[in-house]
């Protein structure tokens, strides 16, 4: 469409710009100086994914290893950096950012907004995740990759008893990472709270939203304790503190509440987002909408609330007390009943409606059966005396795998399925996105039901070898020959994304006949997201305008006539020192690693110089003029 | 239809994976063979939201195959299905339902927590046994009797053994299936773990908690037997220190040798000689023909398992820290690691508690 741009005077005074910012459209420059949410979630998907397989490789080493007892594949240490990178990998580097990446996405578009609060905090929050990524990654070139588990407990992390820099990458990485996380969950939650269309009320604002709200409050309460654990070992082992030194009288169990006060929650951060996407495939391919909308907001919302209540559960085993194994029990299996409950309502959901059987559908289906499993795995592992047996066997392997890979990830493969149309304007193939389906998620099974067997049957887990004779030997047969299934369908599943992108069929604007804001745009949408300014008179805020028959409250919104974007529509100025400032912390990063401190030094500096430039780089942006943008279709269908 | 081939293949599939892994759950190192009231009390409570998921599961999947089948789209798609938003008694029911079945599982597990997580102060009837987790082998101290086991743990069937656990360096976990479940080895904070065997046996142990190295291989077992073989078996131990080698030329010679190379330095063994022994941070030597295994419970002691060990520990147990005595040029390597073997598998061999070695096998090992 034709778009006149309009540039905004720029201000006189002490306020005016000391440099241009930056304008390229196309390019290298316009990908690291964008503020563009959608590019930015574009890249966070695109990275994501790429650690996603790095992760899967490790994942594959592991299972191989496992494939018979005594195999001398990989030898004790790299087996242990092996299932470390892939833990860390898979929660911090794949499966959390997937979710912040759909946000980024689709957040602003689902509530009818043209960007996130702060467009550059936006991009630092990326450039930073990336950086730690490949500072994580740097590891296996510039010494050892961390070895010690996802968990790092203490005192296994203390100098002496682990001398390499492995655990310096993981320390320092997670809290470089973490700063990202914190800035996108905080971006998030104004974006939510003050940048929703005109008529969009809080009930009325998509599930998917609601959930990413509800994460980033998690991210915001639950990485301090982690900042603070971190930053505390790392105090040990670069300036000889004593936080997690027995021999000098320290409780290493502090580690253990520290991270599990924090990794509870990121369960949720991981989980609840997925349980958004899930709201959003299963009514659009039912056509029917989400069955007890608030109380699958409710439920997230004390989800949320209660994972801060359950971190114990992690530590059944460490002596605690009976009292304490107890309370925690209690709260563990009440965080059961919202669970149920929201199963329950996607079952609602889909009752009575006409389903369609599209591979995300497919996808959502899935991930209701597989999370439900999990769910119930995880309702006995809250079951302490069962713990006392079940803690740190292959069979919490087998629940966390459920939950995280079969719930987490299958929602968000649903997601992928779901919005890809509407990310590049082209439909993937659903009959190759079937062919991976049916690999992918039986090969998810074969891999991890398993694993419940030998871990009841004795096999603990962060083992390289098992003992034989003891019956594990065909339940990891059959785990790996389960790898090999599953290995087909993400090799289809990449194959359909490219295909998609390449040759995909045009998709149209709502080629799922959808619910939510998003569809109302094109696809891909502008960079300015909607040409005019949406306006809400129901909770499916599109599928209202589509089918004003099942509207829920007034018809016309009663702002609707308002004369929105009178003087253009504004669009952020894009900015370089997001990412000059992110290069800054990577830099930061080694020398603390490396104990250089007089890089250190200057590394902080160029932080605040950065920080200094971004701050007084002038207002920038632009207004921009929507020529004889259409009047709003009034009952219009797709 | 290609895809409902598929589907069918794929169910099959899965149907099949639980039959294969129902064949055998007993074993020495299952959960869910128990040789005690812990392990029992442990796995009935598995048992009981094992069958109790059943009801769920068929429930949710099966309203989710029916509503999947009777609300396909057919074709239909011009007529909007009923766009309901809700139903307040459904979400009551369906918030009561789980609320029950979280009631039928706590209440059994709040009081299997405290009947078998309740810490204990040991009575006189009860066997004390103080363990502490090393990099890569646990210590068994009887600091009621009076002496110390590595990697073997013998208990009287029937009695409350209460112990004690500690870690000399990282994290650790006790862990026997069979008979108790498993307490986290902490530095500096007291954890306590007690069980009783029902039945004589040998169960599996192993470390459960990370602690790299040879953590694999970081194995242990737990002995139960008769009293009357456990009380030779205690007097083998007590008498120890008053007994003297076998009069043979070659045990006598590699006793002589566990002095020249070292190995008296780091274990202790109870009537090695005039001098005490050893560091009672290694591994115990006492009676150690009276062992089943070596290396941490990895392999059978067998003359020719015990040569192997000596010769290389690192191929046995890669990351242990027993140190390789030999060069692999050393002409005398065999003839010294043979006398040694003969001088270590002769350690209490000579007493009563000799004779019940295998008694200790009823429950077969692999």
New interface residues.
Partial sequence: MAVRKVTMPAPAGPGAAVFARPTAERGLLSWLTTVDHKRLGLLYIFTSFAFMAAASVEAFLIRLQLAAPGNTLL???VY?QMFTMHGVTMVFLAIMPLGIGFANYFVPLQIGARDLAFPRLNAFGYWVYAAGGLFLYTSFFLGSPP???WVA?A??TSLS??PGNGTDFYMIGLLVGGIGTLVTAMNLIVTVISMRAPGMTMMRVPVFTWMMLVTSFLIIFAFPPLTIALFQVIMDRTFGTLFYV?AA?????LWQHLFWIFGHPEVYIIILPAFGVISEVIPTF????L?????VILSGIFIGFMGFAVWSHHMF???L??VV??AF??TS??I??PT??K???W??T????????TVAMHYA?AF??TF??GG?TG??LA????T??????YFVVAHFHYVMGGGALLAFFAGLYYWFPKMSGKLMDERLG?WAF?FLV?GL??IF??QH?AG???M?R??????????LE??NL?STSGTFVMLVGLVLLAANILHGLLRGKPAGNDPWDARTLEWATTSPPPHHDFDRQPVVNDRDAHWVQK?P??V?GERVPENASEPYDRHGIHMPGQSIYPFFLALALLVFSYALLFHNWWVLGLSVALMFFFTYLWAFEGVGGRHLKVPGAPARAKGARS | MQARRWLRRALAAAASVPLIAACEFSGPQSALDPAGPVAQAQKDLFLWTFWLSWPVMIGVFGALAYALWRFRARGNAKELPHQTHGNLRLEVAWTVIPVILVILVAVPTVRTIFSTEQRVTPGPDDLVVHATGYQWWFKFEYTDLGFTTANELIVPVGTRVVMSLDSADVLHAFWVPNLAGKRDMIPNQDNQIWFTADRAGTYFGQCAELCLGAHAYMRFRVIAMERDDYQRWVTAFQDAGRRTVAADPLVERGRALTAQKGCVACHTIEGFGPVAVGNADFPDLTNFGLRTTVGAAIADNTPENLAAWLRDPQAMKPGNYMPTLWSADDPNRDAEIDAIVAYLLSLGRDSAAGASLSLGDAHGRP
């Fill in positions: 030898s004790p240490e242990n070895d010690v588990g407990y005192p296994l008893n682990n027995p009288g320290a409780l290493p169990i039912s056509r029917k909408p069955f007890g909308y608030p109380v085993t460490t002596g007390g009976p194994n107890t029990a209690l299996f009440v059961g009943i149920g409950i199963v329950f309502n079952l609602g889909i009752w009575g409606g006409q389903v369609r059987f289906i209701l059966i439900t499993i119930i309702i006995m079951v302490p005396p069962f006392a047996q079940a803690h740190d066997t079937k049916w039986p099974h074969l039901f398993p067997v009841l049957m004795g603990p962060r083992t390289q070898t098992f003992v034989e004779g003891v019956g065909l339940p059959i089918y028959e099942s829920h």
